[in-house]
């Protein structure tokens, strides 16, 4: 009998319909569903995993927070430990019958670590089975097809390197994570999390918070003209765009006061052309999906799942060039039977040649994120229909022309006074036809020549302030992980929502918490290579080279250890300070606001009998103030006041469904209008 082993129990479905033709049984053992088919006489089963079957973990004894001490985790022995006991049964039972097992689980370091770890629990009963691995990017007919037609070896190096992740996240993690919370009395469901790949990403979004908070604004003026040419009005700034004294610009407006017309003297246009993107990879179409309100976790989970049911490729790639096997008239054609899509392939397909873009980073281990089926839209939700959409025309940009546009400025003359415009418009479309997240709208400028005489409306001064930098949104923090090597394509989303879920950022642009900003901030003064990327990509870089067959997993393991052990001795001489800083920073997070009665704060406070908490005045027993909240979330204080009644308000991260903001208020007119409306 041929086991095939896939790391979802969707993947099991499909592979086993692909392969069986469609001539598939679907039995249970120990609840888990096993697909079987006959090929050629020789008995198939397929049997799904839910991803990692075994997780790293200390052993029992360490599981004591209060008795053992967190320094102690970092010599300490990992065992594997079942997480999915009902899977492992199943599999084990087939297993011991089998004569041969291909392991069909994804293919890179995650994925091959958990067809290997499955491997082995085969091989407790069945030492002698042979083994081989089906590698495929796309579950489709003719990739899987393929892949089962020339297997391959395992690739055991691949699972070293996951297995050293795996290993070296445990040992900071649990370490790190203990050592904090326990010196600033964060235990049980309030503990702080701290990671090697987390803890410099917070960094990154604190100090970049700091950089605003440093900022000192700075006042500038400009000064607008209005001007009409055959009935059409449009501005033109001050060749000066930022006037520093306002005295100065003030002496420019009184010297056109009373002018009633300007000389164009220069009008020109210049073309520019625009190449088209490169192919997807994963990084890439993370920062995408962000920029169109699709968070970078989210992204990844229908990214997911699309591939599972073999609409796109898989999505965990580095690769920005697509290889020479993939055929890639064949899947614009395919795409000719989409209701939406089907039209524009067609007209991709009459060009004489196709030549796709080329990105900067090619690898072999699997081709850019495309399209593998034609998608049924009413079979979609709106958030996975929107991602197809994204692929499917990131996939038509690649392969079409180059995009024209043409820029124009005028300037003119008022009273020796130079103002200009400018405007830009679309003269080709090219890709941007195929892909318009990235088109600008259209800014026409009059049809005017030089020495054309146009009339001059009046001028006025604006206010304006100099800008800190820009917050980070979750697509721009994506990209800086990468640039940094903080993370790899398969984690880096996971590590943006794990800071969401532990309360330390929140909103996109994203904002830290005060607990955040005293976690970072503490890890930066008393243990900075902890909260730096440095550190974190050298591992990554000795992890590759496990990849590579350069180094072993113990060595690497060992080596991170050794790195630990010096951080810890920092934090350990200064835990008194630290536990310090640290709570006084969630001290700060419990403060929403302030009172409406007394003008002291108001905190979030938990009652001693009940454990409800609520939100109190600070003046108490003086003041009374107090507004109820829910009873389950991460409460985080926005600093801003309602505008219906000048209540603060907060937002709610529940881990469950999306966040809600709202006003602690629950007497606010806005609320009593709401209901009103909605009775």
Known sequence: MRLIVTE??????????????????????????????????????????KGHILKADFPEEYNNWQSVSPESLIDAKIVKVPTQKQIIKALQKLGKDADEVIIATDFDREGELIGVDALSLIKDVNPNVAARRARFSAITKTEISRAFEHPENLYFNLAQAGEARQDIDLIWGATLTRFISLVSSRLGRQFLSVGRVQSPTLALIVQREKEREAFVVEPYWQIKAT???????????????????????????EKINGAKSGKVISATKTQRETAPPAPFNTTAFLSAAASIGISTANAMRIAESLYMRGLISYPRVDNTVYPPSLNLREILEMLMASPQFGMMATELLK?????????????????????????NKDELDAQEWKIYELVVRRFYATLAPISVSESMRIDIDTNGEIFFTRGNRVVEEGWLKYYPYSRKKDEEVPPVNEG????????????????????????KLIQKMEELGLGTKATRHEIIKSLYDRGYIHGDPIQPTETGMAVAESLLKYAERIATPTMTAELEKDMDAIAEGETSHDAVVERSRQMLASIMLSLKSKQA??????????????????????????????????????V?????????????????GEIISLGEACDACGSPKIKVVSGKGKPWILCINPKCPAKEKKEEVSG
Not at 26 to 37: D, R, S
Not at 452 to 475: C, H, L, W
Not at 587 to 610: F, H, M, T, W, Y
């Open 577 to 614: 300070e630290l536990g310090e800083e640290i709570r006084a920073g969630i001290r700060e997070d419990k403060i929403v606001g302030q009172c409406p009665n007394c003008g002291s704060n108001l905190k979030i406070i938990r009652a001693k009998k009940s454990r409800k908490r609520f």
């Open 227 to 253: 001007y009409e040419h055959d009935g059409e009005k449009f501005l033109a700034s001050h060749k000066i765009e930022k006037f520093w004294d306002k005295e100065e610009a003030l002496k420019v407006l």
């Open 616 to 632: 109190g005045c600070t003046s108490y027993p003086t003041c009374s103030t107090s507004y109820p909240l829910p009873q389950y």
């Open 351 to 375: 060009q004489k040649e196709l030549t796709p873009t080329r990105g900067k980073r090619q690898a072999t281990d699997h081709p850019p994120i495309h399209p593998t089926g034609v998608a």
């Open 8 to 49: 979802k129990n969707i993947a099991a479905e499909r592979i086993a319909k692909i392969l069986g033709n469609g001539k598939v049984k679907i039995e249970k053992n120990y609840t888990v569903p096993i697909y079987t088919f006959t090929e050629d006489g020789h008995p198939t089963s397929v049997i799904g995993l």
């Open 452 to 475: 054309d005489i146009v009339a001059f409306m009046g001028a006025n001064i604006e206010d304006k302030e100099t800008q800190p930098p820009a917050r980070y949104s979750q697509g």
